[in-house]
């Protein structure tokens, strides 16, 4: 047998493991690109229960108040895979050029989210626990030929968030819970570059680390009800980097790594409430607020150009959103449990400001899900989610060569979620 000490150590090694693998991970957007996939069980019910649902360790991560309920030491350790479809039909020019009329680009996206959960209770009151998740993610990738070039080709946001929290038990029906944020950011922005001749690329990385807090309660109103709410700070992300001017071939022919770019992300607010309706069958109901007003323009420092660099300004006006779900749990027998759920997700994109880089729309979610409970400290958690996106109406001029953009993005996506969950007793 283990000793706890080693299975501990064994888990803090998958930590870094998953980690190091997060960084590197990207995703397609979700809320603009916002992430809630920091567990499978939100693949199985579309976050119907994010403040309330303290079955795992990752309950750490929604909702830090909730980690009294968990009596053991516990990794939750898994990750959700999102496959991503986009399409555009419309309109483009540069410089008041016409590119193309009536034209059409597609680009697909096969993108791991992979998080990890730790936490230990300290006494019958106070846990504590460690959370590595991907918070926020962006993956777009027109094709260098595309009609769309000249406002984007490869776009991406890469994130990592490692965050300690405590939970503390006041009373039998009363809790709270605080945390901090370490957050790591990092972007590519590539477009194409117009010269009347042959194109040429734009190739812009730059990455930095932000820091910000969160704090939740859960309050349990009778045996079978309680309430949960969570607030997650905005975290001022600084970044430095590299901007590249290439020719087709891949060779660069400027350079600089002065590049500097600010970017707040946005605060979130989470309220969930469940209910027991009696020892199968239960009712949860979750809504999120997200402050995306902090996301008002992109401004770009030194990005290089034809032997001189220029500041780039990427108006963005996000507005702030709202996300509601319902959902389901029936446990089938000591085994299984079911879920399922529906829900309903804003984007902060405006139609006047909506761009190829992030075509986002609003988006409708079903999902369904299980846990499956394999022995007395293992269990397995997996989900589904399908969603339905609104056609996003694109209007659109880029800096800094004026390219246009005027058509209509149609898209869709599908999550599958897959977790272990292990008490370590």
């Not at 976050?47 to 991560?61: E, N, P, Q």
């Not at 300690?164 to 901090?180: E, M, Q």
């Not at 660069?252 to 992300?265: G, Q």
């Not at 958690?381 to 056609?391: A, K, P």
């Amino acid at each position: 047998m283990l000793s706890k000490a080693h299975k501990i150590r064994t888990i803090l090694r998958l930590f870094s493991s998953v980690a190091f693998f997060s960084v590197f991970s990207t995703t397609v957007f979700a809320s603009g690109f916002q992430l809630f996939e920091q567990n499978a069980i939100v693949a199985g019910n579309y976050g119907a229960s994010l403040a309330v649902d303290t079955h795992d360790a990752s309950i750490g991560y929604f909702n830090s108040a909730g980690l009294t309920d968990i009596h053991n030491p516990q990794a939750v350790i898994g990750g959700d895979v999102i496959f991503s479809s986009l399409y555009f039909k419309g309109n483009t020019s540069v410089f008041g050029i016409p590119v193309a009329s009536n034209a059409e680009a597609a680009t697909r996206n096969v993108a791991p989210i992979p998080f990890l959960h730790l936490s230990m209770p300290l006494s019958d009151r106070i846990v504590v626990s460690l959370n590595a998740v991907v918070p926020f993610g962006l993956a777009t990738d027109w094709q260098d030929i595309s009609p769309v070039r000249y406002s984007a080709t490869k776009t991406s946001i890469q994130s990592l968030n490692i965050g300690p929290s405590v939970g503390f038990k006041i009373t039998d029906n009363l809790s709270v819970g605080a945390g901090f944020d370490t957050q790591y950011v990092k972007a590519t922005l590539d477009s194409a570059v117009f010269t009347g001749v042959s194109d040429l690329i734009s190739h812009n990385n730059a990455d930095g680390w932000g820091y910000g807090w969160h704090i939740g309660g859960l309050y349990k109103i009778t045996p079978k009800t309680q309430i949960g709410a969570s607030f997650r700070s905005q975290v001022g992300q600084h970044l430095h980097g590299t901007s590249e001017l290439r020719n087709p071939a891949g060779a660069t022919l400027f350079a600089n790594s002065n590049v500097k770019a600010a970017l707040t992300l946005p605060s979130t607010t989470i309220l969930s409430l469940l209910h027991n309706y009696n020892k199968k069958l239960s009712f949860s109901g979750t809504v999120a607020f997200t402050q995306w007003d902090s996301v008002q323009s992109l401004v770009i420092q030194n990005v290089q150009g034809i032997g001189t660099t220029s500041t780039v300004t990427i108006p963005q006006n996000y507005r702030n959103t709202w996300r509601a779900s319902v959902g389901t749990n029936y446990q089938l027998n000591t085994q299984w449990l079911l879920r399922a759920g529906v829900g309903y997700d804003q984007t902060p994109t405006t139609e006047n400001n909506r761009n190829m880089r992030l075509p986002d729309g609003d988006r409708i979610g079903l999902a369904i899900g299980a846990h499956y409970q394999a022995t007395k400290s293992v269990g397995v958690d997996m989900g589904y989610t399908h969603l339905f996106m609104f056609d996003g109406l694109v209007h659109n001029v880029a800096a800094p060569q004026s390219a246009a953009v005027n058509g209509r993005t149609s898209n869709n996506a599908d999550i599958l979620g897959l977790q272990l969950v292990w008490d370590i007793a």
